[in-house]
């Protein structure tokens, strides 16, 4: 992995989250106006590299839109600004997929020819009936989405960032989706100040994946489902989120991934606030072999106010995320013997 967290250390970690955020920079004026009943994808195709293209108020009922040049994708505001989607079961007339991939289906897919996009004030609202995403990002893009609500994935994902992604989610809604923000292959993301809620899952790192998530409320997601899981070698900074109420884990930790978790809130999780997934929880066969470290998170255990149900922590060994001067457990040298 390019970037190490452990590397970093907590504290620059923290100082690089700050420096992902959306740029200070003057917003560009528009260079392209569409009002509801024109075709944003005609407008997409037409439109020049660097284009800034706004969409008035209204609703737009979408089959699937194709960015494949470097441009900004601006509404009035996630209420004001509506995509909505036509899937029902095949693919739309002219949806057309980019070589190389798979048959999918998404509101917005993204890929990398793209480079550099941008995504503000608008909201998808996907479908019931099939297996959709809101928003698909696949191979080297650079993409900000901030200001966006996207609803009602119900059989796939609101954001699914794939490849190498580079991304920054800001202020955004991920709600009622199937998983609410998926990570792969090697993707990078940044995801602050989002409330992600009432998806089967909320977020999902795998592979080696990377993200630092802060000042998040991740709440109500799935009836087992978990908050937040890291799954494969995928890293994770998890600061000032408060992770409350899923139906599975708070935060759940598998194979040898690793998180440094600081100054969260983990309340009223269906299982436990923060978990492994190693042999003495749950009776699993696994073996953790990843890290965690962290300090001053708030995770109660089953007999306090608001406490998680099954326990604060599993293994014990991880009291220390409670304590002020932290701690660490590194089971990578257990694993391999160094």
């Known amino acids: 992995m390019t970037r190490s967290l452990w590397g970093l250390g907590a504290a620059a970690a923290l100082v690089v989250i700050a420096g992902l955020g959306v740029s200070a920079e003057q917003t560009p004026s528009c260079t392209i106006f569409v009002q509801p009943g024109e075709s944003i994808q005609a407008v997409i195709d037409a439109a020049p590299v660097g284009a800034v293209i706004c969409l008035a108020a209204g609703e737009w009922v979408v089959g699937g839109l194709v960015i494949n040049r470097s441009l ?3 509404g009035q505001g996630p209420e004001e600004t509506v995509l909505a989607t036509t899937f ?19 509101m917005i897919l993204i890929f990398s020819s793209a480079e550099k996009v941008v995504i503000e004030g608008i909201g998808l609202s996907g479908s019931r009936f099939v297996e ?12 900000t989405i901030t200001e966006c609500d996207i609803r009602a994935n119900y ?8 490849s190498s992604a580079r991304a920054t989610i800001t202020n955004c809604t991920v709600s009622q989706n199937s998983y609410g923000i998926v990570l792969q292959d090697s993707a990078r993301a940044t995801i602050a100040n989002c409330t992600i809620t009432e998806n089967d899952d909320g977020i999902e790192l795998h592979n080696t994946t990377w993200a630092a998530i802060t ?16 799954e494969d070698t995928s890293e994770a900074l998890i600061s000032g989120c408060s992770v409350t109420a899923n139906g599975g884990n708070g935060i759940v930790l598998n194979d ?9 809130t983990v309340l009223r999780n269906g299982r436990r606030g923060v978990a492994l997934d190693d042999v003495p929880c749950d009776g699993t066969s696994s073996a953790f072999s990843g890290r965690v470290s962290g300090s001053g998170n708030t995770v109660p255990g089953p007999g306090d106010p608001d406490g998680n149900e099954g326990s604060a922590v599993c293994p014990d060994a991880l009291v220390f995320l409670m304590t002020p001067e932290g701690g660490e457990l590194d089971l990578r040298r257990t694993s391999t013997g160094e």
């Open 72 to 74: 900004t994708l601006r």
């Open 88 to 106: 029902s079961g095949a693919p739309p007339p002219g949806w057309r997929l980019p070589a190389g991939f798979s048959f999918g289906m998404s």
């Open 132 to 143: 959709t995403s809101g928003i698909d990002v696949r191979g080297r893009v650079e993409i």
């Open 155 to 162: 059989l796939g994902k609101g954001i699914w960032l794939g």
């Open 215 to 230: 000042n998040c409320t991740i709440n109500w997601n799935g009836i087992v489902g978990n908050g937040i899981a890291l």
């Open 256 to 264: 040898s991934s690793q998180a440094i978790l600081t100054g969260n």
